[in-house]
């Protein structure tokens, strides 16, 4: 915010800053919990998460949805709430492990991935999320530096936070007779999506009668993926393990999709059609 706003309400009144400190009653109260200068959704995710007062997570969504007439729509773009997973940029923490596989037969299925191009790596079950974090993209640090990871595969005996790493890429962040080391990572944007859109891989067997979609090549993970009926509403797809979208109802296409990642953003992207052997190009992308 570059100006104050005030805000009424039956009980007071309150000056919000340009820092995003509320004043009212002799008292401060921060809406900008992240501290990037901004009152947004992940501030109020993080309240939310925090367990933080009623009062201040009442203030954050006022705020944001703009109930009062004095104060203006926050949201810069439009925002599925329902979607957003974490503000951009959440450091995890966990251990760090290697083990031979995922370029080949991981379980989002993302083959084939090229050891030319990415680092691989499996995630616990937690963050995996029933493939909610399949094909995202992160960057690892450990005691000897960072290194960019695509995470291909999940890690099932894992814990919250833990990662196992493709074995050549374990020395690039800590001895290797270690074996079990602390790590930190985040997910940041998918380095191949910056000049291309996302695309479609049809699953074998895909029909007009059953279909299994997959999203490739997104920015960030995805939260949710819809198709257009034909009664033009927006149908929510179930989603496997195994990073596959599926459905009886989608009819022989081309479709129509919503995509939402897990920051909220939603693109829509037409005219896809069901191809099968071959990845299907989209149009659309998720913004940075």
């Known amino acids: 915010m570059n100006i104050k706003k005030i805000i009424s309400s039956a009980a007071c009144i309150m000056l919000i800053s340009a820092a995003g400190t509320v004043h009212a009653e002799n ?32 203030l954050i969504t006022d705020f944001l949805l703009g109930k009062n007439n004095d104060i203006p729509q926050q949201t810069e773009y439009p925002i599925d709430l329902s979607a957003v997973l974490e503000p951009k940029g959440t450091i995890h923490y966990g251990e760090g492990t290697f083990y031979g596989g ?42 000897l530096g960072s290194i960019k990871m695509f995470v291909s595969d999940l890690l099932p005996e894992g814990k919250k936070g833990d990662i196992d790493l493709y074995v050549d890429a374990f020395p690039l962040i800590a001895p290797a007779e270690k074996g079990r080391v602390n790590v930190s990572w985040k997910i940041i944007p998918l380095d191949s999506a910056a000049n291309a859109p996302m695309s479609y891989k049809f699953k ?60 909220g953003d939603v693109v829509v992207d037409k005219d896809i059609p069901m191809v099968l052997d071959e990845i299907v190009p989209g149009k659309a992308q998720f913004p940075l």
């Not at 992240?34 to 992940?42: C, G, L, M, R, T």
């Not at 084939?112 to 995202?136: R, V």
């Not at 149908?235 to 979208?245: A, S, V």
């Open 27 to 58: 008292s401060e109260i921060t809406l900008d919990l992240n501290n990037d200068d901004k009152i947004n959704v992940y501030d109020l995710i993080i309240a939310k998460r925090k367990g933080e007062s009623s009062r201040l997570i009442s």
């Open 102 to 143: 995922g370029y080949e037969g991981g379980c989002a299925m993302l083959d084939p991935i090229s050891k030319d191009d990415y680092w691989i790596c499996a995630m616990n079950i937690e963050d995996y999320n029933n493939a909610q974090l399949a094909g995202a993209y992160i960057e690892l640090t450990g005691e």
């Open 204 to 263: 074998e067997g895909s029909s007009p009668f059953w279909c299994g979609v997959q999203v490739r090549n997104h920015r960030y993970p995805i939260s949710k993926l819809e198709y257009l009926n034909e009664n033009g509403e927006f149908i929510e797809l179930p989603r496997r393990h195994y990073n596959y979208f599926e459905s009886n109802k989608m009819g022989p296409g081309p479709y129509t999709f919503r995509i939402t990642d897990i920051y």
